[in-house]
């Protein structure tokens, strides 16, 4: 570092407050995510279709089936009470119990199966056929008491676990009810009226009285308040607007009463764009989810084909009875249905993307999760990424009289909408502006006379007579990627000012955080090597590619994906697109540009880096828990089998414990809402 320099400031106490999502407005995104085109990504994820094929992922047309649930509970509980007394009407409610609570069960077992078969052009059984095979075949051999009980229990936990599973669909779906449903128009005689959001256009002034839900996005035109945006960037620490600041449908304002002015239609707003991204998020499967829905039919089919190799080796192998060995066979495609097995990945993942979303960070798929969480490398773009995307003033020198320049330099830079005025005037924010005339001279700088004296802010070649302490202090500060300009008074350099775009508070965090989890990291930049080196010292990177053209960075991409396999690129900028469309996930900050949020698999709505690394954590933990689920549900299909060929089971105890390792297996998904200890 440079010496003798006042006003050095810490690097981390600049960070930018950012305004956290007000470019997203990608026209795509909301009703097309799941169309999202990658060619190097899962494409398949996108087709298909997990409506029908899945165990316990659906719904049965209202409250009907669960009426006739309880009417066949209550034909089951009589048939049990007269089983000894009048065993004739105690197997006619028996089978009536069958047919009344286990009727959804018993079509969609047929009924999806036919209907599958026909849409796939071969033969498409689902979990549901084995239990109505089951029940008929329990029947059959004169079980019915065993077979109102089978239907019973998969029924009944067929609806517990309905219930549980929409526990982890629960946060997006009360993401509707944050939807606004009206606004207060204020008219042109200053007084107000309630209409409803969908007649609320584009100019309109409404007024948001404290504790109201701000209607739709636009700016602020009178008034000051603090509001809650945590529907849309996650943040629940209350943001502070003013005039002309930009305020988002469906946060909450605070104390304060305010008006503002429409800028965009309700179906155009960030949280309408959010909405329609996940929700559309739910269609896309991990590999695992997806590959499980594949193989269910197929699994299924090969129960069926080894149902008469199980029947046959009953009674010529274990040398069993015609009619227990028909029993075991029963028992068998209770204890290998799948059902455990189907629902091993799906609310894991849905909680995933759930939890995420409710934090700021939208992901498009769950198969992008099962991407990151495999990520062995991680590229990130400079500007507005690692960095705050605007310079601040970190360093400055007054030779002579500081108080009076200050206030010369501060009253100039006011005048000007350079962004390195911008930097000036926030970094002396207490200084007194005084009246000015400013010139800006192309080529020079900006000049303007004050009592007498003619004062110039200009670059550093724009002089030649700056003392050797000052020319000694910009060589040092040049060497730290800063950007310097000279402030002379009557054609004499009598100070300087340091600028830079500093990283921002999260980004050396991030980057330790990946680094410790072995994943290599870089950072792709089209500024100097330089200014892209020391910024990549004090956060901490692997590697620094600078000067780098916009064209090259997708080339970077491929050529990282060689080396290291699974990649992930970080970006906000239309120069980045083609790098997050190469990477195995592209992530995109939240006050990017509207293409690279469009092409990006997850979006950071607020641009803090612990996010990203947040959702990292979970990425693993879902995979984590997603394996655990797999391996739990088929240890329990092996005991089963194994228990049933040794003749401890019977089908009661068969279908509680299927049932059972089911809702076990959906529990253990739903750990993935709570929030992880870092």
């Known amino acids: 570092m ?42 398949n994820c996108h087709e298909h279709n ?43 409610l028996f089978i009536g119990t069958v047919g009344i609570a286990g009727y959804h069960v018993i079509f969609e077992g047929l009924g999806n199966t036919i209907q599958n078969t026909k849409k796939e052009k071969r033969f498409s059984p689902n979990v549901h056929l084995l239990m109505t095979l089951a029940a008929i075949g329990a029947i059959f051999i004169g079980n019915y008491e065993e077979a109102a009980m089978l239907i019973v229990i998969f029924a009944g936990a067929h609806f517990l676990e309905e219930y549980v599973d929409e526990k982890s669909r629960k946060e997006i779906t009360n993401l509707l009810n944050l939807n606004p449903t009206q606004a207060r128009l204020v008219l042109e005689d200053n007084n107000t009226k309630i209409i409803p959001i969908d007649k609320v256009e584009v100019g309109d002034k409404l007024q948001v009285l404290n504790g109201d839900q701000v209607p739709t996005d636009g700016i602020v035109l009178s008034g000051t308040t603090f509001i809650n945006e945590s529907s849309i960037t996650g943040e629940s620490v209350p943001k502070e607007k003013n005039i002309g600041d930009e305020v988002f449908g469906s946060t909450i304002n605070g104390e304060g009463t305010f008006v503002m002015q429409v800028t965009k239609e309700p179906g155009d707003t960030v949280f309408a764009k959010i909405l329609g991204l996940v929700n559309a998020s739910q269609n896309i499967l991990t590999k695992t989810a997806t590959l499980l829905q594949r193989l269910e039919p197929k699994y299924v089919t090969l129960v069926l084909v080894l149902f008469p190799v199980v029947l ?6 274990f040398g069993w009875s015609w009619e227990i060995s028909l029993y075991r066979s029963m028992v068998y495609l209770i204890a290998v249905s799948p059902c455990a097995l189907a629902a091993s990945a799906i609310p894991a993942t849905l909680a995933t993307i759930s939890n995420l979303s409710k934090r700021g960070v939208l992901v498009k798929g769950g198969a992008y999760l099962s991407h990151l969480s495999n990520i062995k490398a991680i590229a990130f773009d400079k500007t507005g990424t690692l960095t705050n995307g605007e310079p601040v003033v970190t360093d400055y020198i007054f030779e002579e009289d500081e108080e009076e320049l200050l206030k010369v330099v501060v009253s100039m830079e006011k005048q000007s909408n350079h962004p390195l005025a911008r930097a000036i005037v926030n970094k002396f924010p207490n200084v007194e502006p005084i009246e000015l005339e400013v010139e800006n001279k192309i080529g020079i700088g900006l000049v303007t006379t004050y009592l007498g004296a003619e004062y110039c802010i200009a670059k550093v070649t724009a002089f030649t007579n700056a003392s050797d302490a000052l020319t000694k202090q910009v060589e040092c500060l040049a060497k730290e990627g800063k950007t310097v300009v000279y402030v002379a008074r009557n054609s004499k350099v009598v100070g300087l000012l340091a600028f830079m775009d500093i990283p921002n508070a999260s980004a050396k965090g991030a980057v330790e955080y990946f680094k410790k989890q072995g994943i290599y990291t870089m950072m792709i930049t089209g500024d100097s090597y330089l200014t892209g080196e020391v910024v990549g010292k004090i956060v901490g990177i692997d590697e620094v590619r600078a000067n780098v053209m916009p064209e090259d960075k997708a080339q970077i991409i491929k050529s990282q994906k060689e080396k290291y396999g699974n990649v992930a690129m970080l970006g906000d900028g239309v120069n980045d697109a083609p790098a997050l469309v190469l990477a195995d996930v592209g992530i995109a900050m939240g006050n990017g540009t509207d293409v690279a949020m469009d092409v990006a698999d997850m979006i950071l709505m607020k641009n803090d880096l612990s996010k990203l690394s947040h959702a990292h954590k979970l990425s693993k933990k879902m995979l984590k828990i997603t394996y655990q689920n797999i391996i739990f549900a088929m240890f329990v299909v092996v005991v089963l089998v194994i228990l049933n060929f040794l003749g401890k089971m019977d089908i ?15 529990l253990n998904s739903l750990r993935m809402l709570k929030e992880i200890k870092e």
């Open 50 to 92: 997990h409506n029908n094929n899945h165990c316990h992922m659906h719904s049965h047309g209202g409250k009907f089936p669960v009426i006739m649930y309880f009417v066949g509970l209550a034909a089951f509980i009589a048939g049990y009470i007269l089983e000894n007394r009048y065993s004739l009407y105690s197997n006619i």
């Open 2 to 43: 440079c010496n003798n320099i006042k006003g050095v400031d810490n690097i981390h106490n600049n960070e930018k407050k950012c305004n956290h999502a007000h470019k997203y407005n990608s026209n795509n995104i909301s009703s097309h995510a799941h169309e999202h085109n990658h060619n190097h990504k899962h494409n």
């Open 312 to 317: 046959l080796a009953s009674r010529f192998i």
């Open 652 to 666: 009661t105890f068969g279908v509680i414990l299927h049932e059972g390792s089911t809702l076990a297996v959906i």
